[in-house]
């Protein structure tokens, strides 16, 4: 299985400061059609996962701007150029490349 | 709007059964993937399986392979999962999410716990 390993864990951060959080995959996530389903989730307190970003860089419908995604290969990272309140939650990184599925550990953002 | 809507989770001894299901509305049910995904208490995310939109097609994670028995009806927009043999590590809240690679919306979740 296709590990992804997310850091850091936890990343604690001042409001209108940038975040970023790592995510490095054990295999490279590129798909026979030339797509890398590596895909970010952002999970606030008792709320289910949201889709923030998919296919490495997409963002989703309503996603703030300050939030990006980028990288290539096995290496892959998200941004909040600058963290608001709202943006308190657990961040997972999932690969739908290869069989079966799998996230990241994920990462805790919260607020100094 | 999309909206998935999952039911049927409770209290179980190890070893019990339980059926989830997963109403689906607002979008064409009938073409989309649709995955179950869990998160034990307090843990991350587990992919659990999915089935292709005709049915034909179903993938499990190992640890459930033989025991969870994903299915669908596309008359009701329904999912559900068959869950046999279940064991305390299989406590979790269950998601009913939609689309394959790239899982775009999800339930708001139903907790099964496994514990006599």
């Known amino acids: 299985d296709v590990v992804l390993t997310q850091s850091p864990l936890s990343l604690p951060v001042t409001l209108g400061q940038p975040a970023s959080i790592s995510c490095r995959s054990s295999?490279?996530?590129?798909?026979?059609?030339?797509?890398?389903?590596l895909n970010w989730f952002q999970q606030r307190p008792g709320q289910s996962p949201r889709r923030l970003i998919y296919k490495i860089s997409e963002r989703d419908s309503g996603v703030p701007d300050r939030f990006s995604g980028s990288g290539s290969g096995t290496d892959f990272t998200l941004k909040i150029s600058r963290v608001e309140a709202e943006d308190v939650g657990v961040y997972y990184c999932m690969q739908g490349t290869h069989w079966p599925w799998t996230f990241g550990q994920g990462t805790r953002v919260e607020i100094k | 709007e999309v909206q998935l809507v999952e039911s049927g989770g409770g209290l179980v001894q190890p070893g019990g059964s339980l059926r989830l299901s997963c109403a689906a509305s607002g979008f064409s049910f009938s073409i989309y993937w649709m995955n179950w995904v869990r998160q034990a208490p307090g843990k991350g995310l587990e992919w659990v399986a999915n089935i292709k939109p005709d049915g034909s097609e179903k993938y499990y994670v190992d640890s459930v392979k033989g025991r969870f028995t994903v299915s669908r009806d596309n008359t009701k927009n329904s999912l559900y999962l068959q869950m046999n043999s279940l064991r305390a590590e299989d406590t979790a809240v269950y998601y009913c999410a939609r689309d394959s690679r790239a899982i775009a919306y999800w339930g708001q979740g139903t907790l099964v716990t496994v514990s006599s």
């Open positions: 295999q490279g996530l590129v798909f026979s059609d030339g797509d890398t389903f």
